[in-house]
């Protein structure tokens, strides 16, 4: 499994004295299952990174412009072998592709959770991640002992009218967080499996928080 780098958008460092080789993190962000590399691309205006940003296209092909990035028959239950497959997929893209670069990875719903796995696989890497209507593989993890020392900045946005991801998952990936990272948690009353202008904001927030 690959992720197909030209394929990748990439948005380079931004904003009034940003110099675009300083090493400032990469903002990593990965869509969720049957959508694309262009899915979140809207948001960018709204999050105020100004280091450079890629959205990967998940490698796993759906349909026309669907993707996603490990099959899903159980929310509850995914494949743990799968959901490593494709975090290592991602690990090896940045290996490639910006070596020893500190990484901010966004993952939206079951991005966010390639993103906690690839965490949970090298955590030295991460700056920070942001979790939103998102879930937490529940299979054990060897890094995980490891990770829970790191203290890792963690956002997790979600909705309480979120018709996907059940409300024991929800509780399941913030106890996980909590226990493994320096989590700021938002539940956003009436919010669906999307994102708003409230979460937007608190992400804004926590994004600027790790400069």
């Known amino acids: 499994m690959r992720i197909d780098h030209d394929a990748t958008i990439m948005l380079p460092a931004s904003g009034a004295g940003t110099d675009p080789d300083a090493e400032t993190p990469l903002l990593l962000v990965l869509h969720g299952f049957g959508a694309n590399e262009r899915d979140l691309l809207p ?16 490698p796993l092909a759906l349909g026309p412009d669907q993707r996603a990035w490990f099959p899903i028959l159980d929310i509850a239950r995914p494949d743990p072998a799968a959901v490593q497959a494709a ?8 290996a490639e592709h910006h070596p020893g670069r500190t990484v901010i990875g966004l993952g939206f719903s ?31 993890h060897d890094g995980d002992s490891a990770l829970a020392g790191c203290a890792t900045p963690a956002f997790f946005g979600h909705g309480d009218a979120d018709p996907i991801i059940p409300t024991e998952v929800t509780a399941l990936t913030a106890a996980w967080l909590r226990e493994h990272t320096t989590l700021t948690e938002r539940d ?5 499996h999307a994102v708003d202008g409230r979460e937007l904001a608190d992400v804004r927030a926590f994004l600027a928080a790790l400069a």
């Open 43 to 58: 948001l960018a205006e709204y999050l105020g990174h100004t280091g450079p940003t890629a959205f990967l296209r998940a």
């Open 87 to 94: 975090a290592d997929a991602v690990l090896a893209w940045l």
């Open 110 to 140: 079951q991005g966010s959770t390639v993103v906690l796995q690839a965490l949970r696989t090298q955590p030295s890497a991460f700056a920070g991640v942001v979790v939103l209507s998102g879930f937490v593989s529940p299979a054990t």
């Open 188 to 192: 956003y009353p009436g919010l669906p």
